[in-house]
């Protein structure tokens, strides 16, 4: 029998959560200047090493942005993103999304799922189709909201999948459990009925390759989390 070593957070990594929070809090702005790199080893007790590095990581994630001669500045890690910014977002979040996230969130798979519904179409097998009727299945029995929050999003996921788009699928694997977090929001406000009757109507019309009528009931279905009396935001 082997045990794997317990791994404890580098100093470095320590600083890098450190300089994030303060950006995420608000309590350093877009277009802050940070101090010298000498003197925030000396108010955070670290390395130089461990600043240099720290900032050349925070400034490819986004949150920095280096300018030579003239110092290292808070950029817009919104507009600057990358993948390590989101999940730094979550991270300080908590794992949960904030109004604009979702919204955000929300639009991109009003974008991509009407897609991923005519690909799947054009592209997956009849076997394939099937396993999406048993993943619904699986949905639709589902009783609480933590189950029904797995369920939906292995479905989900098996469906970007069968696109055979290979950007589509790791974009929904890396944010199954924000998304996750969404659907326990959205089902905990509404219940949970009116998504497993949608579901099942997408999981016929997608075995039937009518991917027009799926693309349409994922869009009404996805509207809702942000208009109207079913939003999860106002």
């Known amino acids: 029998m082997s045990f794997d070593k317990i791994s404890v957070t580098s100093v470095r990594e320590e600083f890098v959560r450190a300089i994030e929070n303060k950006i995420l809090s608000g309590e350093l702005q877009i277009g802050d200047r940070l101090p010298p790199a000498r003197e925030l080893c000396t108010m955070m007790g670290v390395s130089l090493t461990t600043v240099s590095t720290g900032i050349t990581e925070l400034a490819n994630k986004g949150f920095l942005e280096v300018k030579p001669r003239h110092g290292v500045y808070v950029a817009d890690y919104r507009k600057d993103a990358t993948p390590e910014t989101f999940f730094a977002i979550l991270r300080y979040n908590g794992g949960n999304l904030n109004a604009h996230e979702i919204r955000s969130f929300t639009e991109t798979r009003i974008a ?19 396993e999406l009727s048993v993943l619904t299945e699986k949905f639709v029995a589902c009783e609480d909201v933590p189950a029904a929050c797995d369920a939906i999003t292995a479905l989900c996921y098996r469906m970007y999948q069968l696109s055979d ?3 589509l699928a790791m974009m929904y694997k890396t944010t199954m459990e924000p998304q996750k977090g969404m659907y326990a929001m959205y089902f905990k406000k509404n219940g949970l009925a009116y998504a497993k009757e949608t579901i099942s109507a997408v999981a016929a019309a997608m075995t039937r390759r009518d991917w027009q009528t799926a693309g349409n009931l994922l869009l009404t ?3 809702s989390v942000i208009t109207g009396p079913t939003a999860i935001i106002e």
Request: hydrophobic share 45%; no cysteine.
């Open 112 to 130: 991509a799922d009407p897609l991923v519904a005519k690909l799947v179409a054009e592209r997956a097998t009849d076997d394939e189709l099937s």
């Open 165 to 167: 788009n290979s950007i």
């Open 221 to 223: 279905s996805i509207e």
